[in-house]
């Protein structure tokens, strides 16, 4: 019989353990050990079995078993202590206040998607775990972040596996009311609520959820009220669900919503409003068009406002393949973009924000990041490389500028340390070591042991066997119509076997079947006689992803062979759940990419956090950080002439590493059954890597130089009636009106005939300004090493200095001298860029004009 509806009842908890209450409603347990002890002492079995979640645990135990706590006067103690060390955690000053007042004072982080815990299952992958990281990390640092999402009643989606290997999905229904949220009320008590006005007389209304995230509150948006239609209650039913109007209506609402909810949560509060906003990719792309029109409604142009907000707006783009960036019929947004959703905002002017470079303006599409891009004067990749394939990428909204001078920056994303570190490495660090911190031990000190530092190691691995074990059994009986799991499967994997884990989304970029480019070699080197190997494989294929479940089913009927199934397998429905054992369980943890698309694939970072070697491409952020000492390269083959042979090449070299460098060093032990080598590497990730890996760097990164640069940047165009912002938009309308008469007429050099190190050669340039002033622009020389192709390499620019004013209707004069400091080819140009005291970078305008 199936119910109707379901709701979750709360549990009436004995007023002597309200502080019970009080830490089960901020998801700061999710990463704090001791409250999470505090829990698991009510009932480990439930504990573990309701996925270690304080509020559904509550609603689980017998009032009886509360009622026997609530009278152990040690226990109530006990939680009083966790209580006062979370209001502490809440109240004392951190890292952030110790900047004073130079700083801003509240920062808003949209994103579409937050991993918090499993218990708030609002994420599909590295976005959204790398969002909730970013919110962790800046509540320990008391950044004051604003996070603002969607709630997804739905979430992303439950994965099964057919007995054929094919992905399916499930959509769960999640009740907010039996989750760690509360609804945002007004004063008198009624629900706060965010309206968009849509065409055809529509309006969408979302209520807005509270999830206290340490010091963070995150702001989720939930359209299933009955204010609306049925149709529009499944605005946020699914993660990335639906087709194009409806992923359109999503991002409307995260947009224009989330800065209206952030509005309302301001005014509820008490709290300031945002000073500085980030977009986390472009799903949040019409936040800058609701900023706009509240400007228009305070007398401001779009010009004028769309310069104010690109001076406070930060972008970060996580992806390097054009095809994961959201894209919208032209006309489709055209038809929502109705002076009732943004007052005093033309369609004319956004619609431009969204054409890619060279697309036709009447039928291009609405390209999201390229919108994001453009409302935004400070943006950023996620690792070096990414910067470099962003800025490349991106490089056509900045014609004319080599890739180097595209303003996009890169921060390193990180992982938040106490969320992945395994219990029994905070224990370990514990008892010998004297800190929970893992992050920053001393794993080099010789008050740890190898031997017990080996054995955690091993204790781990053995959990991830159990667990796996557990979940391939639950598959077994889901998949067959509820038949009991047969004994070979209570047997698979073996805890003392070099285990390499794998598990990421499924895009084919990211060629989880690599592996598999020779099978033979593959089972050769998994049931090896004295040095075994086995795999650990879970991932989820998007659903409309048929080619990512073909690849799921591959590895899933290779995996079932009789004579390699206890020594591969794949696990369904990768989660944050699964993850907190599949990674501390991993020696190895393994990623192989087609470089260079990998924009960071924090999973290794979180292996390594666990004492995992890394096994990787180099792409990522594994080409910034990769040493001897904490795994192993796997070679490139850029040179291949097709993709095939790329494949197999590089599958080639990981059977080699695997079988010839990984297994020997692994199984290399001494008398008392430690390999030594293998933990001196170990030791080495957990002292010198890990440190640099932490979502605490990521977010002091983000602070020191995008968020208080956009702030104080915002500051100067926003002072006096936004002085700044105005004479910067309008020296932008003027250089670009004036910008197509701008030419360099002509450059002569000279003071040397035969070049040597040591000289100077001097430069005389004409320039036509057109009606521009010399103070309008600067004139530069650019030079370096030529190279073949016509190129400049290893490029350096100095400013040349005004020799002569323009006569009435002739040309200025620019004139100076360059330094031969080094032998070579040497090549040069000269060019004209806009000058103003307020432009971030030369290249912001996109407007040059070069020799020729």
């Not at 990512?548 to 079932?560: D, H, P, S, T």
Request: with cysteine; charged share 25%.
């Amino acid at each position: 019989m199936k119910p109707i509806r379901k709701f979750t009842v709360r549990a009436v908890v004995p007023a002597p353990l309200s502080a019970l209450e009080e830490l089960a409603g901020n998801l700061r347990w999710s990463w704090h050990e001791p409250t999470r002890r505090l829990f698991e002492h009510i009932d480990p079995e439930s504990w573990a079995a309701i996925g270690r979640d304080p509020v559904a645990l509550l609603g689980e135990v017998h009032p009886s078993r509360l009622d026997a706590l609530a009278a152990d006067d040690g226990y109530v103690a006990w939680a009083e202590r966790e209580r006062a060390d979370l209001r502490a955690y809440l109240e004392h000053p951190r890292w952030y206040q110790g900047l004073g007042e130079d700083a801003p004072r509240t920062i808003a982080y949209l994103s579409p998607e937050f991993g918090i815990t499993e218990a708030l299952p609002q994420y599909s992958g590295g976005l959204g775990i790398l969002a909730g990281d970013h919110l962790k990390a800046a509540s320990d640092l008391g950044v004051p972040i604003v996070g603002v999402g969607l709630f997804y009643k739905s979430g992303y989606f439950s994965q099964s596996i057919s007995p054929d290997g094919w992905q399916r999905e499930r959509y769960p229904v999640h009740d907010p009311d039996g989750l760690p949220l509360t609804l945002l009320r007004r004063p008198d008590g009624t629900p706060a609520v965010v309206v968009l006005a849509l065409p055809g007389d529509r309006a969408l209304a979302a209520r807005i959820w509270v999830a206290d995230v340490g010091r963070v509150p995150l702001l989720l948006l939930d359209t299933d009220l009955p204010a609306n239609s049925d149709e529009l209650r499944t605005v946020t039913d699914r993660l990335y669900g639906g087709g194009g109007e409806h992923r359109l209506l999503q991002e409307l609402l995260l947009g224009i919503g989330g800065f209206r909810a952030l509005a309302l949560w301001a005014e509820i509060t008490g709290r300031p409003g945002p000073e500085v906003f980030h977009m986390n990719e472009g799903h949040a792309g019409f936040l800058g068009l609701e900023r706009i029109s509240s400007l228009i409604g305070r007398g401001f142009s779009f010009r004028d406002a769309l310069q104010l907000v690109r001076a406070g707006t930060v972008f970060t783009t996580h992806t390097p393949v054009p095809a994961g960036i959201d894209r919208f019929d032209r006309a489709l947004v055209e038809r929502f973009l109705t002076p009732m959703l943004l007052p005093g905002v033309d369609p004319a002017d956004v619609l431009p924000l969204g054409l890619e470079p060279g697309a036709d303006p009447e039928t291009g599409a609405f390209n999201m990041a390229v919108m994001g891009l453009r409302l935004a004067q400070h943006a950023n990749g996620v690792s070096k490389l990414h910067g470099e394939v962003s800025r490349r990428m991106f490089g056509a909204l900045w014609p004319g500028f080599d890739a180097a001078e595209v303003p996009i920056t890169s921060v390193t994303n990180g992982v938040h340390a106490p969320t992945w570190t395994a219990p029994a490495l905070i224990s370990l660090t514990e008892q010998t070591l004297g800190t929970v911190d893992t992050e920053h031990a001393d794993w080099l000190s010789p008050a740890l042991d190898d031997g017990d530092l080996w054995t955690v190691k091993r204790r781990m691995r053995d959990q991830l066997v159990d667990d796996a074990r557990r979940r391939l059994a639950e598959s077994w009986v889901e998949q067959h119509s509820g038949a009991a799991a047969p004994e070979w499967l209570r047997k698979v994997l073996d805890p003392d076997v070099l285990t390499v884990g794998f598990a990421r989304r499924v895009p084919t970029y990211k060629r989880l079947t690599l592996m598999l480019k020779d099978p033979d070699r593959l089972r050769g080197i998994l049931t090896h006689p004295d040095r075994p190997v086995q795999f650990v494989i879970a991932g989820k294929s998007h659903p409309a992803d048929d080619e990512g479940k073909r690849l799921i089913q591959e590895l899933v009927r290779f995996a079932q062979d009789h004579d390699v199934r206890d020594r591969i397998v794949f696990l369904p429905d990768y989660d944050m759940g699964m993850a907190a054992l599949l990674y501390p369980g991993c020696d190895v943890w393994l990623n192989n990419p087609l470089r260079p698309l990998e924009a960071c694939g924090t999973s290794g970072m979180k292996a390594a956090m666990n004492g995992a070697l890394n096994l990787s491409i180099l792409d990522g952020w594994w080409a910034e950080f990769a040493e001897e000492d904490y795994g192993w390269v796997i070679p490139s083959a850029d040179a291949a002439g097709d993709e095939g042979e790329r494949d197999a090449i590089e599958a080639a070299a990981l059977y080699d590493l695997l079988e010839h460098r990984i297994a020997p060093r692994f199984y290399d032990r001494n008398d008392d059954g430690v390999p030594v080598d293998w933990v001196r590497m170990l030791r080495s990730t957990l002292a010198t890597l890990v440190p640099e890996l932490g979502a605490d760097r990521m977010v002091r990164e983000y602070v020191d130089r995008l968020y208080r640069h956009a702030w104080r940047h915002a500051v100067a165009v926003g002072a006096d009636d936004a002085r700044g912002a105005r004479e910067l938009a309008a020296f932008g309308a003027r250089v670009r009106e004036a910008w197509p008469k701008v030419r360099v007429v002509h450059v002569e050099s000279g003071g040397i005939e035969t070049p040597h190190v040591g000289d100077e050669l001097q430069l005389r340039a004409s320039i036509d300004l057109g009606s521009l002033d010399p103070a309008d622009v600067a004139v530069e020389v650019v030079y370096g090493r030529s190279r073949a192709d016509d190129t400049l390499a290893d490029v350096r620019i100095a400013e040349l200095a005004l020799a002569k004013s323009p006569s009435k209707g002739g040309a200025a004069t620019w004139g100076g001298a360059i330094a031969l400091d080094r032998a070579g080819a040497f090549g040069y140009t000269v060019r004209v860029v806009p000058r103003h005291p307020m432009l971030l970078s030369t290249a912001e305008l996109g407007l040059v004009a070069t020799a020729e």
